[in-house]
């Protein structure tokens, strides 16, 4: 009895969060759904998204999972329960996501993935993405643009394996820096997965998991953190000076980057980050982070409302490229980035009215 009262009372809790919703069924048209608030990223999209959805006369309801597969499911039965038409979701795990799209495809509803593609299912209709792939190869030219002499220390780090865009960054990034870890330009001080696979060019979805596995900071900066500890503690004297670091979003870069800063025998380092963070932004201008990868959330966010509308009123969806996610091949809208550096910052991040120069000190 005490369990059943338990039960019912849990599902009084979870229907006053989120279940209220079901009585107002066909009030929203766009649903968008996000991984967690969490990451400055995902902010800079919902930013976005609430100035492009001021501009439509649809309704659109954008709600964010927190990490979780879970609230992420729980939110796409909401929206579902609100009579959305199309659903625009970045999820938390790329291959967990698809059974909470299938349901949204069940119901009628057009879906598709935003910036980091759904894996290993038929329901993703679309993709609107930035071209991952050249993020990473933007990084490893970066560090290979900044390489003077042979026998120079590289350390890799990798996003979130439950990520496709992980394995797209690091694919772009190994297709720069491998020909020069082969010629011995480079050596991988920090991943014995990555030496074992160094004379392969092109690295198999099963070689890339490997080195995933080993250096990946889950896009947390905390895991970031304790993993360059543990490299630079287990590095030699020899194995430090000049470093070449490839992290491989911002949050992670400040935080590898602080880690670097503070070991005696690191004489120097240039690193990489992406997704120009307002704190990066300003470690940039400050010289204690060499670069990021500029991903303009604003077109990202108006080409995936673009695409929702036109889907909307039975026209045709633009789409310039496809991406194969496991199950098929997925039609796709790819937007260029911009690499970012103490010498174009101003032009590129203020003078485009992205940030205001207020936001940061010393520009
Ligand atoms: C990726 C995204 C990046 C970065 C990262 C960490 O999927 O494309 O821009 O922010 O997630 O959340």
């Given at each position: 009895?005490?369990?059943?009262?338990?039960?019912?009372?849990?599902?009084?809790?979870?229907?006053?969060?989120?279940?209220?919703?079901?009585?107002?069924?066909?009030?929203?048209?766009?649903?968008?759904?996000?991984?967690?608030?969490?990451?400055?990223?995902?902010?800079?999209?919902?930013?976005?998204?609430?100035?492009?959805?001021?501009?439509?006369?649809?309704?659109?309801?954008?709600?964010?999972?927190?990490?979780?597969?879970?609230?992420?499911?729980?939110?796409?039965?909401?929206?579902?329960?609100?009579?959305?038409?199309?659903?625009?979701?970045?999820?938390?795990?790329?291959?967990?996501?698809?059974?909470?799209?299938?349901?949204?495809?069940?119901?009628?509803?057009?879906?598709?993935?935003?910036?980091?593609?759904?894996?290993?299912?038929?329901?993703?209709?679309?993709?609107?993405?930035?071209?991952?792939?050249?993020?990473?190869?933007?990084?490893?030219?970066?560090?290979?643009?900044?390489?003077?002499?042979?026998?120079?220390?590289?350390?890799?780090?990798?996003?979130?394996?439950?990520?496709n865009n992980a394995f797209l960054f690091f694919e772009?990034?190994?297709?720069?820096?491998?020909?020069?870890?082969?010629?011995?330009?480079?050596?991988?001080?920090?991943?014995?997965?990555?030496?074992?696979?160094?004379?392969?060019?092109?690295?198999?979805r099963?070689?890339l998991s490997?080195?995933i596995?080993?250096?990946?900071?889950?896009?947390?900066?905390?895991?970031?953190?304790?993993?360059?500890?543990?490299?630079?503690?287990?590095?030699?004297?020899?194995?430090?000076?000049?470093?070449?670091?490839?992290?491989?979003?911002?949050?992670?870069?400040?935080?590898?980057?602080?880690?670097?800063?503070?070991?005696?025998?690191?004489?120097?380092?240039?690193?990489?980050?992406?997704?120009?963070?307002?704190?990066?932004?300003?470690?940039?201008?400050?010289?204690?982070?060499?670069?990021?990868?500029?991903?303009?959330?604003?077109?990202?966010?108006?080409?995936?409302?673009?695409?929702?509308?036109?889907?909307?009123?039975?026209?045709?969806?633009?789409?310039?490229?496809?991406?194969?996610?496991?199950?098929?091949?997925?039609?796709?809208?790819?937007?260029?980035?911009?690499?970012?550096?103490?010498?174009?910052?101003?032009?590129?991040?203020?003078?485009?009215?992205?940030?205001?120069?207020?936001?940061?000190?010393?520009?």
């Amino acid at each position: 009895m005490k369990k059943f009262v338990c039960m019912m009372l849990t599902a009084a809790l979870c229907l006053s969060l989120f279940g209220g919703v079901a009585l107002a069924s066909g009030t929203v048209d766009i649903g968008i759904v996000l991984p967690t608030k969490d990451e400055p990223r995902w902010l800079q999209d919902q930013a976005r998204f609430e100035s492009v959805i001021a501009d439509t006369p649809y309704t659109v309801e954008v709600l964010f999972s927190q990490g979780s597969s879970a609230v992420e499911r729980t939110n796409i039965e909401t929206l579902i329960s609100k009579g959305i038409k199309v659903l625009i979701i970045c999820a938390h795990d790329a291959d967990a996501a698809g059974l909470s799209v299938e349901l949204a495809k069940e119901a009628g509803i057009t879906v598709i993935s935003y910036d980091r593609l759904i894996t290993n299912t038929e329901a993703v209709d679309y993709y609107v993405t930035f071209d991952s792939v050249s993020v990473g190869e933007a990084m490893g030219k970066y560090l290979a643009d900044n390489v003077k002499e042979k026998a120079q220390s590289l350390y890799l780090y990798a996003g979130a394996a439950s990520d496709n865009n992980a394995f797209l960054f690091f694919e772009g990034a190994w297709n720069i820096l491998q020909p020069l870890i082969a010629d011995g330009t480079f050596v991988i001080r920090n991943s014995s997965e990555a030496v074992a696979l160094q004379a392969e060019p092109k690295l198999t979805r099963e070689q890339l998991s490997k080195i995933i596995g080993q250096v990946t900071t889950e896009w947390d900066f905390n895991v970031a953190k304790s993993k360059a500890e543990a490299h630079l503690t287990a590095a030699t004297k020899d194995e430090k000076g000049l470093c070449f670091v490839l992290a491989p979003n911002d949050g992670t870069a400040r935080s590898i980057g602080d880690v670097f800063a503070a070991d005696a025998d690191v004489n120097g380092y240039y690193i990489t980050g992406q997704d120009a963070e307002i704190a990066s932004v300003q470690y940039i201008i400050d010289g204690k982070q060499s670069m990021t990868v500029f991903k303009d959330t604003r077109t990202l966010a108006q080409d995936a409302m673009d695409m929702a509308i036109a889907l909307i009123k039975g026209e045709e969806a633009k789409t310039d490229v496809t991406y194969n996610n496991g199950a098929k091949e997925v039609p796709s809208k790819q937007t260029a980035v911009t690499v970012v550096t103490k010498d174009n910052v101003k032009d590129v991040l203020i003078d485009s009215g992205y940030y205001a120069s207020s936001q940061f000190t010393g520009l």
